[in-house]
């Protein structure tokens, strides 16, 4: 009824660029916060950068500078742009969003995860 469809990804060198979109689709009445969180091997999945249907913006410290969320309501998308990338941002990244959808109320929702891989 309700999923998030994560699109970007993939293997790049330490100081390179990716961008990463996640797109809402189902019954939806409104979406508030969307978001990214990344896991890496090993570790406790971490919050990145949310931002909600005003524009307030919230990054991890080891992002800020670097990462930029934006997000179009119309395409109910968010998106990552990611520079400067190091390899401690090798993880696998994961977009949510709190969406009320038709007959369900306010929950979470999660992408289905992609895999970014920072190495030379």
């Known amino acids: 009824q309700v999923q998030l469809v994560e699109v970007g990804g993939g293997l790049v060198q330490p100081g390179g660029s990716l961008r990463l979109s996640c797109a809402a689709s189902?019954?939806?009445?409104?979406?508030?916060?969307m978001g990214w969180y990344r896991q890496a091997p090993g570790k406790q999945r971490e919050l990145v950068a949310t931002l909600t249907e005003g524009g307030s913006t919230n990054y991890a410290d080891s992002v800020k500078g670097r990462f930029t969320i934006s997000r179009d309501n119309a395409k109910k998308t968010v998106y990552l742009q990611m520079n400067s990338l190091k390899p401690e941002d090798t993880a696998v990244y994961y977009c949510n969003a709190e969406i009320f959808a038709y007959g369900l109320g306010w929950r979470g929702y999660w992408g289905q995860g992609t895999q970014v891989t920072v190495s030379s």
């Open positions: 189902g019954s939806i009445f409104n979406i508030n916060t």
